[in-house]
């Protein structure tokens, strides 16, 4: 799904993804819309589950900066699970579970109607805090029939804007940015319940660019042990092959599926 808003997609571009057999989809967006973080995403995600309703099982929703370096056999959720997920890389404006709600997830909870018996405690992907629910916006298995995407679309575009939200945005700009993550959370414990969801492993999801930063005991040895990877352009530094935590034959792999 692609936003048309004045800015194209090249033909190189266009080409590469037509030789992949990959569909474009333009939709319409007010581009003053566009200017919120993630508010796009949003948009497509709502499109791309109700275009799957009804054509299949299972919608996989990956960020595009994503690298599927393995069979990612855990997409194919159990039969009594109804959205596969990552947590969060950090805490960041998390909340710790050991802590008292702020101000900011108060609000979260209370727009999205979450029920204080839908919360559990969740170990972040790379510092290894215990927090709340916060599931990562960039990696999601759902079923379309579900609407999940369409919920979260509908509350996250009714609340972003309210008074409310926008005093906590000018106290940290980090809500502005996380904002459409921490509604998505509050819609998926307010829609599901714990048994519904499943956690998949840490093999997926795993973002190399904060590789040097993993504390926790599950560091893989390198990206062979990794099945589905999100990077920051980690192909911008010109150092790149000699800094990924990876063998030769995956660097040479990598360094020809890279953009010439």
Not at 47 to 70: P, Q
Not at 92 to 119: H, M
Not at 171 to 194: C, M, N, P, W
Request: glycine share 4%; aromatic share 14%.
């Amino acid at each position: 799904f692609t936003p048309q808003y004045g800015k194209n997609l090249s033909a190189q571009i266009e080409n590469r993804l037509s030789e992949l057999d990959v569909t474009l989809i333009p939709f319409d967006v007010n581009p003053e819309i566009l200017r919120f973080f993630f508010s796009g995403d949003i948009m497509a995600a709502a499109l791309a589950e109700s275009t799957a309703a009804n054509k299949t099982d299972l919608l996989i929703w990956l960020g595009s900066n994503t690298i599927v370096l393995n069979e990612p056999k855990a997409f194919l959720l159990y039969d009594n699970k109804n959205v596969g997920y990552r947590p969060v890389h950090h805490t960041n404006v998390g909340s710790p579970y050991d802590t008292p709600l702020d101000a900011f997830w108060k609000l979260i909870y209370q727009y999205c109607q979450v029920p204080e018996d839908r919360l559990f405690p969740m170990e972040t992907h790379i510092d290894g805090e215990t927090i709340r629910p916060y599931f990562n916006a960039g990696f999601l298995v759902v079923r379309p029939e579900k609407k999940l995407f369409r919920n979260w679309h509908d509350l996250f575009f009714e609340v972003y804007q309210k008074p409310e939200l926008q005093a906590l945005y000018q106290q940290d700009e980090r809500y502005v940015i996380f904002a459409h993550q921490a509604i998505l959370s509050g819609v998926i414990l307010a829609k599901f319940t714990r048994e519904e969801l499943q956690e998949l492993p840490r093999t997926y999801n795993y973002p190399i660019h904060l590789f040097s930063e993993d504390v926790t005991d599950h560091r893989p040895a390198g990206l062979e042990e990794i099945i589905v990877a999100r990077h920051e352009g980690f192909y911008q530094d010109p150092d790149w092959m000699e800094k990924i935590p990876a063998g030769e034959p995956l660097k040479k792999w990598l360094a020809e599926k890279l953009p010439k």
